[in-house]
C-alpha cells in the first residue's frame, strides 16, 4: 500500500507492505541508515526514534501504523553543519567510542530534554534505561547529557 | 558557544580532542558495514549443524538449489578442505578447523556451508531445504568429564586436550614446606559473550574477470583475516583486499575469520561475483561467534608469616569448545600474567585447554586475565587474612618493581603498580574503612592486574607501519593498518602524528586498515595499539617532517637538526626563532625548485622474544601496564542484594595520549567487569545456548552503574610513543575479585563461583551459619 | 523481512473496528506492538502460521485517553503506561498505578506499551493485572454487536484472561482511605521482569486491618488473590510482629511451589515489606 511518513519535518510517500516494520522502510526503503537495529527485539535500544515526542523503538513499530505521526530521526538533527547541542555534548564528553548505539543515545536524549530540559542523574539513567552501550560504561554518555542540558539553557 | 567542530587544538598529545571521526558517529552518517547495500548484493546464510556431535552422511542440496531466488550454494566439496586457526606460529597441531566441515560436526552451529539467495526470505526458505543426514555421536559437555579416559573422542587429541602448558619455575615443593601457611582454593569463572553492538558482518565479492577478492567487515584485524582467507582459498594475499569500515564493537569477537568471511567470498565466486552479504542475527552473535572460556582454577600456595609470597602451585582447566580458535593463547595469557603482578620465584601450574561439544571459546577482551584475575587476587586475599596481614599491606610487599626481570624471563621497564596501590587507596579512604563497616554490611577490597601490550601472535613479528603524505596545501593524509573498532585509535594516533609533525591535529585526515591502501597492521588486541602502532605512527611522522626540514635547510643554507616543526611553524631550535609557517614550508617543497614529495614511512616492530610454551620463559610484551581497583559494596543480608558502591581504578597508562579516550576504555572495562561479576552469564544446555538475547543474557544498562573514579597515574614508559602504554583491557581483569573481596569485608562470605548473585550470597551466609552454630556446639 | 506477510488495516472508529473484527477471520489486534510484534517474529522464526490481519487500534480516538470521574477513574485501552505516569489524573489511591507503570520494562517500552496490551496479552508475569485485581477494578469490553460487557478483573483473570471481544477500558472505583504498597523482587536489575509482585490494600480502622485485598503474580500463573492471608489480617490488629506471623498464613499454592529456595526466601521478604507497608 501507499502511505505518507512524516520525517523530519518532510513528508515521504513510500510503498510499502503491511508487514513491513518502521525500521525497515526506514533504513532499506528511505536509507536513513543513521537508525541502527542490533537485537530486533525492543531490548537494546539502538533503532530509537522520536515519534510525537517521545522516543520509542522503530523495530517494534509497523510502518504503515505509523501514517500521521512526526517522526524524527538522527538525520533530522543536525542542521546542515551544525551539530545540535546534544550531539556536540557527546562528541564534548567522549561519550562516543563504536558509535553503534550512538544514534539511538541521542534520540533517547532528545526526548527527555524536550520534555525535562532540567533532568537530575537519576532522570538521565532512567531515560536512556533502554539503550544499551557496550563500549563507554554509560559514564560519559550521562555527563554529555547533563552537559547538553546546560547548553539548551 | 565555541563549537567542537570550530575548536584548533596544536601540540594535541596529552589532550582530550575530540574523536576524529565523531561527527559522523554523531549524525548517523557513517556507514558500517551493516549499513551498506551494494548494487546486486545477495543475502548469505550458513549452514549449520543442528547435532552437537555427529557424523555428516549425507548432505542433499538439490532441493534448495531448485529454489527461485536462490544464487549460490556451496559446501566442502567447493573447498580445498584447508584447516585454519589463529595459534599456527606457537601451537601448529591446533590449527583443527575448516570453514565447511564435510565428514563430521563437533558443535550446535558448526558449518556445513553456506547459501546465497536475492534476499533474506528466500535465503532462510532455501536453508530449510538443506537435507543433512547425521549419524549422532556421543557428545560431551562438562570439561571436566570431557578429560576422563572414555570420554567421547571430539579431535585426535588424548583425552580431548588440545594443549598442556606445564609452567614451572624454581622449588615451588620446598618452598611450600617453607612457608608458615599454606591454603587451597578452587575457582570458577563463567561463559560470557562479546555482544558488539554492530553484530558480525560482512559483505564478500569476487572478481571473477580478475580472480580478486574484496572483503567489507566489521573487523579488528583486516590482515589477520586476508591471511586466513589467503590460505584456506589457496590464493595470494594480493589476491584479497579486506576493508575494514566503522565497526561496532569488537571486544576480541572480531579478531579472526570466521567462516561466513571465506563463506561470502565464495559465495559470490558462484555467483559470477555479485556481492554477497552476510550478517549475524543477535541470536546467531550468541550462539555461533565465540564465547570467554569458562575456566577452573585449583590454586595452592604458600606464604611467610611476614607477608613473603612464596610458591603458587595449582591447575587451570578451560572450556575451550569444538575447536581450538585463540584458547591456547587465552590459556597461556591466563597463566602467565601472574609473573608481571607478583615478584615469584616458585611456581608450578599446569594448564589444560580441553575440547568439549560447546560452542567455540575464544579471545574476548582481558583474554584469559579476567577468569585468572579473579581467581588469583581472590586467593591472595584469602592468603593475606590466613596470616592476618592487610590484603593491601600483602601486595605492596609481593609486586613487581620497575626495571627488573622477572623469574619467566619478562622484562619490565616502566612499572607504577606501586603508585597506582597507593593512590588507589588513599583516594577510597583504605585505612578507614577496611573491616570497620561490618555493622553496615559494608566492605571494601582491592585487586591488582597488569597486562600487555602486544603478544607476538601473528607469525614471529609483530610489526606496525605508517604512511604521512604531506600535500602541498598542508594536507596531512596519515595512513595506518590499525583497525579502530571504537575504542578510538585513528583519533589517538592522528594526535601522535600531528604532535610530532608540529602541526594542528585538525589538519589529519586518517584512513585506515584497508589492507591493498595501508601499511599491515596485525591489528586490535592485546592491548597493542597505542604502543606499536602508535609508535609506528611516531617514526612515520618523523620520517616525514625530516623530509620537510631538509627542503627547508637546502633554501635556508642551515642543518636540518636545527630546526624542528612547532604549533605550525618552522623554527630554529637554538632560540625558537619563526623561519616559515607550515604551510610555506609545504608550499617550498612543492615549489619549482624542489618538486619534493613528502611521504613519511614509519615501522615498528617491539623487540621481545616470543613466549616459549614448553617452559613459560620469554619476554611477550614490549612494555607492562598495571594498576590497582578497590570496589566499595553493601550487603542486603536478608536479600542477598548486593549494591556496588564505588569502584577506583588506578591505572599506569605511561601516558595519556587522550585522556578521555583512556577514562572511556577504563570506564567501559569497569562496567564489563561489573556485568561479568554480577550477571553475565551464558548458559547451555546438551550444547545449545539457552539465553541468546538480551533479556536473558544481562549486559550492564545505564541503571546499573555504581560511581566510577579513576586516576590515571603515568609513569612515561621510555618506549612508548610520548611515554604511553597500552590499557584497552586491563581495567577489566580484577574487578570480580575486587568485588568478592569486599564483599567478605563486609559479611564475612567468600564467593568462589562467578556470578556472584544474591541467590549464592544467600547460600554462602546460611553456610556461615550452620558453620558457627557447629563450632558453638 | 523480519515478519510474515499480512494485510494491514487501521480503522478509524469503533464501528469500522467491529466491522473488521466480524468480518475478518485470522486477525489479530495490534496496540502498543510490543508484545505483538516479538510473537510474529518468533512465531515465523519457528515456522509456525502467523495471522492474516493485523488491526491496528492506533487511530480509534475513542480508545485513547484517561478521565477521572466522579468515583471512578477510567484508562481507556490505548493509554501507554507512559501517558499513566505522566497524568495528572491519578490522583488518590490511584497513584499506585504510576508507581506500578513506572517500574514495568524501559523508557521506549513505556513509551509505546498499553494498558490495553498489557491486561490482555496473556503473559503471567505482566503487571498491570495484579494492581487491578487488588484496585477492585473492572475490565469493558465490546461484543461484535457493539455491546458492552464488563467483568471484574479479578474474575478476568481467574478465568483465564481468555475474550474474544475487543477491551476497550478498565474503570476503578475511587478509594481514599484506602492504604495502598505494591512490592516487587526481580531477578537482577529493576528493568528485569518480576518474579514476584504483590499489590496489597487495607482500609485500616482502630489500629486493625480490615477490608484487605492481597493480589499476588508469582509469574507463572495470572495474577489472584490470597484469600487466606487476607482473612487472616483481617482479623488482626496493626502490630509490629505481624509480617512474620503472616508467613504462617499464605495460600501457598499462589506461591509457585517449583521455584528454588532463593526464590521462596524472596517471596516472603517480599510478602513481608507488603505487609509491613499496609501496617504503616
Known amino acids: 500500500m501507499k502511505i505518507t511518513l512524516h520525517i523530519n519535518k518532510k513528508n515521504y510517500e513510500v510503498e510499502c507492505a503491511g508487514h513491513e516494520t518502521l525500521i525497515e522502510v526506514l533504513r532499506d526503503t528511505l536509507g536513513f541508515t543513521g537508525t541502527k537495529n542490533s537485537c530486533n527485539e525492543g531490548e537494546c535500544g539502538s533503532c530509537t526514534i522520536i515519534v510525537n515526542g517521545k522516543s520509542v523503538l522503530s523495530c517494534m513499530m509497523l510502518a504503515c501504523d505509523c501514517e500521521g505521526l512526526e517522526i524524527t530521526t538522527i538525520e533530522g538533527l543536525a542542521q546542515e553543519d551544525e551539530l545540535h547541542p546534544i550531539q556536540e555534548s557527546f562528541l564534548d564528553k567522549g561519550a562516543v567510542q563504536c558509535g553503534f548505539c550512538t544514534p539511538g543515545m541521542v534520540m533517547a536524549t532528545k526526548a527527555l530534554l524536550d520534555k525535562n530540559p532540567k533532568p537530575n542523574k537519576n532522570d538521565i539513567e532512567s531515560a536512556l534505561d533502554g539503550n544499551l552501550c557496550r563500549c563507554t560504561g554509560y559514564k560519559k554518555i550521562i555527563e554529555a547529557v547533563e552537559d547538553a542540558s546546560k547548553k539548551i539553557e | 558557544m565555541t563549537k567542537t567542530s570550530k575548536r584548533i587544538h596544536t601540540d594535541p598529545v596529552g589532550k582530550s580532542v575530540p574523536r576524529i571521526d565523531g561527527k559522523g558517529l554523531v549524525t548517523g552518517q557513517t556507514k558500517y558495514t551493516f549499513d551498506v547495500n551494494l548494487p546486486g548484493m545477495l543475502v548469505g546464510k550458513m549452514i549449520r549443524s543442528t547435532q552437537a556431535h555427529a557424523r555428516i552422511v549425507k548432505i542433499d542440496t538439490s532441493k534448495a538449489e531448485n529454489l527461485p531466488g536462490v544464487k549460490s550454494i556451496i559446501t566442502a566439496k567447493d573447498t580445498f578442505n584447508i584447516k585454519f586457526g589463529s595459534n599456527e606460529f606457537f601451537f601448529p597441531h591446533t590449527i583443527d578447523q575448516m570453514a565447511f566441515e564435510s565428514e563430521k560436526v563437533r558443535y550446535i552451529g558448526d558449518e556445513i556451508g553456506a547459501i546465497a539467495a536475492i534476499d533474506e526470505e528466500t535465503a532462510q526458505k532455501a536453508l530449510d531445504l538443506i537435507e543433512i543426514e547425521y549419524e549422532p555421536l556421543p557428545a560431551v559437555f562438562d570439561v571436566l568429564d570431557a578429560m576422563k579416559p572414555g570420554a567421547p573422542k571430539i579431535h585426535q587429541a588424548m583425552n580431548n586436550i588440545a594443549v598442556i602448558l606445564p609452567v614451572n619455575f624454581g622449588n615451588p615443593e620446598r618452598a611450600l614446606k617453607e612457608s608458615d601457611y599454606v591454603r587451597e582454593d578452587n575457582f570458577y569463572a563463567q561463559v560470557a559473550a562479546h555482544t558488539c553492538m554492530e553484530p558480525h558482518v560482512c559483505i564478500g565479492q569476487w572478481e571473477t574477470f580478475s580472480n580478486k577478492i574484496t572483503l567489507w567487515m566489521s573487523t579488528q584485524a583486516p590482515f589477520k583475516v586476508r591471511e586466513a582467507l589467503a590460505k584456506t582459498l589457496k590464493m595470494g594475499l594480493n589476491d584479497i583486499r579486506v576493508i575494514k569500515l566503522a565497526s561496532g564493537g569488537g571486544f576480541g569477537g572480531k579478531l579472526e575469520m570466521l567462516p561466513m568471511d571465506f563463506a561470502a567470498c565464495l559465495l559470490s565466486k558462484k555467483a559470477n561475483g555479485l556481492p554477497v552479504k552476510i550478517c549475524y542475527t543477535r541470536e546467531e552473535e550468541f550462539a555461533f561467534s565465540r564465547r570467554k572460556h569458562a575456566m577452573h582454577y585449583k590454586l595452592k600456595s604458600g606464604v611467610k608469616k611476614d607477608g613473603t609470597l612464596m610458591a603458587i602451585t595449582g591447575e587451570v582447566i578451560a572450556d575451550g569448545g569444538a575447536y581450538c580458535s585463540y584458547g591456547p593463547t587465552v590459556l597461556a595469557a591466563a597463566m602467565m600474567r601472574i609473573f608481571m603482578v607478583y615478584k615469584i620465584k616458585h611456581f608450578r601450574v599446569n594448564g589444560y585447554r580441553v575440547y568439549t561439544n560447546n560452542p567455540i571459546s575464544g579471545a574476548i577482551r582481558g583474554f584469559g586475565g579476567v577468569q585468572s584475575g579473579f581467581s588469583v587476587e581472590s586467593h591472595m586475599d584469602l592468603l593475606a587474612q590466613g596470616i592476618g596481614m592487610d590484603p593491601v599491606e600483602f601486595r605492596l610487599k609481593n609486586i613487581t618493581e620497575p626495571n627488573m626481570v622477572t623469574v619467566n624471563k619478562m622484562l619490565i621497564s616502566s612499572n607504577g603498580l606501586k603508585e597506582c596501590i597507593e593512590k588507589a587507596t588513599e583516594a577510597c579512604d583504605w585505612k578507614k574503612k577496611i573491616g570497620q563497616q561490618k555493622d553496615i554490611c559494608r566492605g571494601i577490597g582491592i585487586g591488582i592486574a597488569a597486562d600487555v601490550m602486544g603478544s607476538k601472535m601473528y607469525k614471529s613479528h609483530e610489526s606496525a607501519g605508517s604512511i604521512v603524505k604531506i600535500e602541498e596545501d598542508g594536507s596531512v593524509y596519515f595512513f595506518t593498518g590499525a583497525a579502530d573498532t571504537g575504542q578510538g585509535s585513528n583519533t589517538a594516533l592522528s594526535q601522535i602524528v600531528a604532535q610530532e609533525l608540529g602541526v594542528k591535529y585538525e589538519r589529519i585526515k586518517c584512513t585506515a586498515a584497508d589492507t591493498e591502501i595501508t601499511p599491515f597492521d596485525t591489528g586490535s588486541f592485546a592491548s597493542r595499539v597505542t604502543f606499536i602502532s602508535g609508535n609506528a605512527s611516531l617514526n612515520g611522522a618523523k620520517d616525514a617532517k625530516r623530509q620537510i626540514l631538509t627542503v627547508v635547510a637546502k633554501e635556508h643554507k642551515c642543518e636540518i637538526d636545527d630546526l624542528d616543526i612547532k604549533a605550525e611553524k618552522v623554527i630554529k631550535k637554538e632560540d625558537e626563532s619563526v623561519i616559515m609557517t607550515f604551510d610555506e614550508a609545504l608550499e617550498l617543497c612543492y615549489s619549482f625548485n624542489y618538486g619534493e614529495q613528502i611521504i613519511g614511512r614509519g615501522s615498528f616492530n617491539p623487540t621481545t622474544t616470543p613466549i616459549d610454551f614448553r617452559t613459560g620463559e620469554g619476554n611477550v610484551s614490549g612494555s607492562y601496564s598495571f594498576e590497582a581497583q578497590i570496589a566499595e559494596v553493601e550487603v542486603n543480608k536478608e536479600t542477598g542484594k548486593i549494591t556496588l558502591l564505588k569502584l577506583w581504578d588506578a591505572h599506569d597508562v605511561g601516558k595519556a595520549i587522550n585522556p578521555q579516550s583512556v577514562e572511556g576504555q577504563i570506564e567501559g572495562s569497569l562496567i564489563m567487569g561489573v556485568g561479568y561479576t554480577f550477571f553475565e552469564d551464558l548458559k547451555f544446555k546438551n550444547g545449545r545456548v539457552v539465553n541468546p538475547n538480551f533479556a536473558n543474557y544481562r549486559i550492564p544498562r545505564s541503571v546499573d552503574l555504581p560511581e566510577m573514579k579513576t586516576i590515571l597515574i603515568e609513569t612515561n614508559d621510555p618506549k612508548g610513543p610520548f611515554g604511553a602504554k597500552g590499557m584497552g583491557e586491563a581495567a577489566l581483569l580484577p574487578t570480580a575479585a575486587a568485588i568478592a573481596n569486599a564483599i567478605e569485608d563486609a559479611i564475612g562470605v567468600r564467593i568462589k563461583n562467578l556470578p556472584i548473585t544474591p541467590a549464592r550470597i544467600l547460600k554462602a551466609l546460611n553456610e556461615q551459619k550452620t558453620l558457627k552454630k557447629g563450632n558453638e556446639k | ?280
Open chain 3, 1 to 280: 523481512m523480519q515478519l510474515k506477510p499480512f494485510t494491514f488495516h487501521s480503522p478509524q472508529s469503533l464501528n469500522e473496528v467491529l466491522d473488521l473484527v466480524n468480518k475478518l477471520q485470522d486477525k489479530k489486534i495490534l496496540a502498543g506492538g510490543t508484545f505483538l510484534l516479538n510473537n510474529l517474529r518468533l512465531l515465523k522464526k519457528r515456522g509456525i502460521k502467523t495471522p492474516q490481519n493485523i488491526i491496528s487500534l492506533r487511530k480509534v480516538e475513542k480508545l485513547h485517553g484517561i478521565s477521572l470521574e466522579k468515583n471512578k477513574l477510567i484508562i481507556k485501552a490505548m493509554t501507554t503506561l507512559c501517558e499513566l505516569c505522566e497524568s495528572p489524573d491519578l490522583k488518590h489511591n490511584f497513584q499506585i498505578l504510576k508507581i506500578v507503570a513506572k517500574g514495568i520494562a524501559t523508557t521506549p517500552i513505556r513509551n509505546m506499551a498499553t494498558i490495553g496490551g498489557n491486561l490482555t496479552c496473556r503473559y503471567a508475569w505482566t503487571e498491570m493485572p495484579t494492581v487491578m485485581i487488588a484496585l477492585e477494578a473492572t475490565m469493558h469490553f465490546i461484543d461484535e454487536t457493539g455491546k458492552e460487557e464488563s467483568i471484574l478483573a479479578e474474575q478476568f483473570f481467574k478465568n483465564g484472561a481468555k475474550s474474544n471481544k475487543l477491551f476497550s477500558h478498565v474503570s476503578i472505583p475511587l478509594q481514599k482511605q484506602a492504604n495502598l504498597t505494591y512490592q516487587r523482587i526481580s531477578k537482577q536489575s529493576p528493568v528485569d521482569i518480576p518474579l514476584l509482585a504483590i499489590c496489597a490494600k487495607s482500609q485500616n480502622a482502630s489500629k486493625h486491618f480490615s477490608l484487605t485485598r492481597i493480589a499476588v503474580n508469582s509469574g507463572v500463573n495470572f495474577a489472584q488473590r490470597d484469600f487466606i492471608l487476607e482473612e487472616f489480617l483481617n482479623k488482626s490488629k496493626l502490630s509490629k510482629s505481624i509480617d512474620e506471623e503472616a508467613l504462617n498464613h499464605l495460600d501457598n499454592k499462589i506461591y509457585d511451589a517449583r521455584s528454588d529456595e532463593y526464590k521462596q526466601h524472596m517471596f516472603k521478604i517480599c510478602i513481608k515489606n507488603a505487609i509491613r507497608e499496609l501496617a504503616l
